[in-house]
């Protein structure tokens, strides 16, 4: 077991010539032993934090030090979805290990609705739509990001994976479900990142607004109200009434 009180505990997580699974273990015990110091005093769950911040405790992401051990997608494939404090998702930001909260029910009912239409796009043989799909932006160090949904037109497949089973086949169109704390930097940020992968479009789906937002590289973005219609070129005859996405709880 890692010592909390003796060394700080970002560092007993990830010290540089730590094996991944060392990291995991230290990372389930120091969730537990923050967990219990703080549970009083801070909320949970924590968005878009890196791990090694959340475990001490901070509340602003940055990227880790250097001389600390950087994650991979392998490291990222052996981690627990589980531990003492809940349930967790992950995403690597150039070797960084971002921890997330599971979504809201609120927020799986929207990507629900918008998996259920795009399955309609491959039905048509438009290509192929995934729901919460690991996506492999870049390598060494690795960038994986869990868009809500990603849409990979025909001309792309057969789709390459990496051997964790994460996409390596950049999507044509990611869909990103606005949270409540997202701001506009961290989402213009993020498109970004997705447009210089390769990604086309991004979809940003508010919920709060009752808006599809439709952003492409060194373009306006189109934004459709809840009496529109999303349309897209790049899927062809395909269209959904946006106040459609929104139906339900």
């Not at 609120?106 to 629900?112: G, L, M, S, V, Y």
């Not at 919920?207 to 219609?229: H, L």
Request: glycine share 6%; charged share 20%; with cysteine.
């Amino acid at each position: 077991m890692a010592d909390f009180d003796s060394e700080p505990v970002c560092n007993l997580v990830c010290k540089e010539n730590s094996s991944h699974e060392e990291a995991i273990f230290n990372l389930a015990a120091a969730s537990e032993h923050v967990t219990g110091m703080y549970q009083r005093r801070l909320p949970w769950p924590f968005r878009r934090v890196p791990w090694y911040n959340l475990l001490m405790v901070a509340t602003v992401p940055t990227r880790v030090p250097l001389g600390r051990r950087l994650f991979t997608a392998a490291d990222l494939a052996a981690l627990p979805t589980s531990l003492p404090s809940g349930d967790v998702r992950y995403e690597l930001d150039d070797g960084t290990l971002i921890t997330m909260p599971p979504p809201s029910h609120t927020h799986a009912r929207r990507q629900a609705r918008v998996i259920r239409y795009l399955t309609d796009a491959e039905d048509a043989g438009l290509g192929e739509v995934c729901g919460d799909v690991g996506v492999i932006l870049r390598r060494n160090p690795d960038r994986v990001v869990g868009p809500d949904a990603a849409f990979v037109l025909a001309h792309s497949l057969q789709v390459t994976r990496s051997p964790e089973g994460y996409l390596e086949t950049i999507p044509e169109i990611v869909v990103e479900i606005r949270s409540k704390n997202d701001t506009n930097p961290e989402i213009a940020a993020k498109n970004d990142e997705y447009f210089r992968a390769g990604v086309v479009e991004v979809w940003v789906i508010d919920p709060t607004a009752r808006t599809a937002a439709v952003c492409r590289a060194n373009q306006s973005v189109t934004v459709y109200p809840d009496t529109g219609t999303l349309v897209s070129p790049l899927l062809p005859g395909w269209s959904v009434p946006v106040a459609n996405l929104f139906l339900g709880s």
